[in-house]
């Protein structure tokens, strides 16, 4: 169902605690705070996103406190993220052991869920080997449970909702002799109608001698800090946004009875990079190579960097709904994806990713401006202003040192 081979480095935090195998169940704390997305070597979490799912960072200004958003846009997307333990961290396991996770989740309030024919929620993935495949039909992939989901219900978009998700284990149907990975999941998946984001944080995981001592056990943990995602008042009908619904608003609406809405008006960053230059760069793409061609512009650089272009006046693309670029992907370049940033004149910073160019000539490369990844800065007014765009980035995703060549 999901796809774990791509990465990024947005990170998470939350805490994970194992509990010892005495009758107890006396939990041991092994972090506070634990990253969720400590990338590397065993243990590690693995964010995966795919069509248009994506998953961030976010956090929040009241008290800092970090937590993961995953979210589907236009019912295509899957995102999420696994964490992975070796087994043997939980001790020696025999039928009855019971594992069980839980997270606290909630909706975004200013992007709800509406996960019409989609699917969300929780699951283990049991496998034989270590940092493998989990993907159903893999000869890695022991056993996985059905996703048990969270928003079944409506979940909360004002506060923070805990979840959980327990397994007893059999030493024949989960193969504990050969069980050397246990992953819990947590992913949301779209449908038809799909839309929303899904807040997650402190991911706990959790092992017991026996199913009856971990139902007896109350779930760990408080819940998470709080924090002020704006919740905009929406008066349906006030058309001139006078926050009053009155006979202004009618009027207004009688004044475009049957008129249609204008065409979409086209604002183009650059008709071109005939001699171009970036007004700076940053990380490795200080030391990269840079060529400014008479129609073109070429980056042979590591992924890890970027660079920005400020426009001399602020640019009005009023009305456009598409960001389309036209590149060469040279025969070097080994990254597979690079994103453009649009900034607006209040500060917002919409990131766009474009993801799996091969390598040829003259391809144009388009995708939606409401598809895009996150919005790293919001601005005094949320969302991007298309009629007073600022500057813009092109920049490689900060995966590691692929070699990023690419010519615009």
Do not use: C
């Not at 709800?112 to 993935?125: A, C, L």
């Amino acid at each position: 169902m999901f796809d774990q081979r791509m990465l990024i480095t947005m990170m998470a935090a939350g805490g994970m605690l194992l509990a010892s195998q005495q009758a107890s169940a006396t939990i041991v704390s092994t972090g506070t705070d634990l990253d969720l997305l400590s990338v590397g070597g065993l243990d590690e979490t693995v964010h995966f996103e795919g069509a248009s799912g994506y998953i961030y960072e976010a956090v929040a200004d009241s008290d800092a406190n970090q937590f993961a958003a995953i979210g589907v846009q236009d019912g295509a997307g899957f995102a999420g993220f696994s964490r992975s333990m070796d087994s043997l961290a939980f001790g020696a396991l025999s039928t009855g052991s019971t594992i069980r996770m839980s997270a606290w989740f909630m909706s975004n309030p200013n992007d709800p869920i509406t996960n019409v024919g989609g699917e969300d929620g929780m699951r283990f993935e049991l496998l034989n080997t270590i940092l493998g495949n989990g993907l159903p039909g893999s000869p890695d992939l022991i056993f996985a449970t059905p996703l048990s989901p969270v928003t079944t219900a409506p979940i909360s978009t004002t506060g923070w909702t805990q979840k959980s998700l327990t397994l007893e284990l059999d030493a024949v149907t989960h193969d504990l002799a050969n069980l050397q990975e246990i992953r819990p999941v947590v992913v949301q998946s779209g449908g038809p109608g799909a839309t929303g984001e899904l807040f997650v944080d402190n991911l706990y995981v959790e092992v017991f001698t026996d199913l009856a001592t971990a139902n007896a056990t109350a779930l760990p943990g408080s819940a998470p800090g709080g924090f002020d995602v704006p919740v905009p008042v929406d008066l349906s009908g006030d058309i001139n946004g006078d926050g009053f619904v009155g006979i202004d608003d009618l009027g207004i609406i009688l004044g475009s009875w049957n008129v249609s809405a204008p065409p979409p008006v086209p604002g183009p960053l650059l008709s071109d990079f005939s001699s171009f230059n970036l007004s700076g760069t940053y990380v490795d793409w200080d030391a990269g190579t840079l060529t400014s061609g008479a129609t073109d512009y070429r980056v042979e650089a590591t992924n890890t960097g970027g660079g920005f272009f400020t426009f001399p006046s602020n640019l009005d693309a009023s009305g456009a709904t598409e960001l389309e670029i036209n590149v060469d992907i040279n025969a070097a370049n080994v990254a597979e994806e690079f994103n453009v940033v649009l900034i607006d004149a209040d500060g917002t910073e919409r990131v766009i990713r474009f993801t799996h160019a091969g390598v040829g000539d003259d391809q144009t490369l388009t995708v939606l401006l409401d598809d895009f990844l996150q919005d790293n800065a919001v601005g005094t007014v949320p969302g991007l202003d298309t009629s007073a765009l600022e500057s813009f980035h092109i920049q490689g995703t900060f995966d590691d040192a692929d070699v990023l060549d690419i010519t615009f």
